[in-house]
């Protein structure tokens, strides 16, 4: 699976749309990109994934520009709830493979 | 519907004791994964099952082992349980298997002394 880089952090203004950068200039043409999210002591929890194709659902929207070498997960209005590590993953078949992640922080 | 449950939510456990760590799902998903999560590591793969009675190898499976005698349930032992162990063990499921999305467990907080 192709890897992913992410910014190591940002910050985000309550009520404002996050736009999360990820870079992944190695992905081949059968790969998806997925995006989780961990809050503080929980589990993962699914965002959304795409291929190709923008991608919107009730949490988030998935911009993948058109080389396939980069992608954005826009928050639309982010509340104090979406402070989290939010993952990017490419993946084709097999593991899911965590990196670092961004840690958003959504502050008031 | 619950999802995935997993128990107990922590644990403190003497080094060479047995533990098992329990997962279960009521989605009726096919494949289960276990993944522990450290500090600075991210998360790993332990253990899969891609369905009822199959298992298969992560990327650090020693000293783990699983068994899936059936859909709802895949649990995780540790036959002899050591201190590089202390880690947060998490289970999740998908549908079909590896090509689809996963879901998962609160966690398993567990600390061997």
């Known amino acids: 699976d192709a890897k992913t880089t992410q910014p190591p952090s940002m910050d985000c203004a309550e009520g404002r749309a996050a736009n999360l950068p990820c870079n992944h200039s190695t992905i081949s043409g059968n790969e998806y990109v997925y995006w989780y999210r961990q809050i503080h002591s929980q589990g993962p929890q699914y965002i959304i994934h795409?291929?190709?194709n923008n991608e919107t659902n009730e949490m988030a929207s998935l911009i993948i520009t058109e080389d396939r070498k980069s992608s954005t997960l826009i928050l639309p209005h982010a509340t104090l709830r979406d402070t989290a590590v939010y993952y990017c993953i490419v993946r084709s078949w097999g593991k899911l493979q965590f990196g670092a992640g961004t840690q958003v922080v959504v502050t008031p | 519907i619950a999802g995935i449950t997993q128990a107990p939510t922590s644990q403190i456990l003497a080094a060479g004791r047995r533990m098992t760590l329990r997962c279960t799902q009521d989605?009726?998903?096919?494949?289960m994964y276990w993944y522990r999560q450290d500090l600075g590591l991210g998360l790993r793969l332990i253990h899969y099952?891609?369905?009822?009675?199959?298992?298969g190898k992560g990327e650090v499976p020693d000293g783990y082992s699983v068994s899936r005698a059936n859909t709802d349930d895949f649990p995780l032992t540790l036959a002899s349980a050591v201190p590089s162990q202390t880690s947060v063990y998490f289970c999740?499921?998908?549908?079909?298997?590896?090509?689809?999305?996963?879901?998962f467990g609160p966690g398993t907080r567990l600390t061997v002394l």
């Open positions: 099952s891609n369905t009822a009675g199959t298992t």
């Open positions: 989605m009726r998903h096919n494949a």
């Open positions: 795409g291929l190709k």
């Open positions: 999740a499921s998908s549908e079909r298997g590896s090509t689809d999305t996963q879901y």
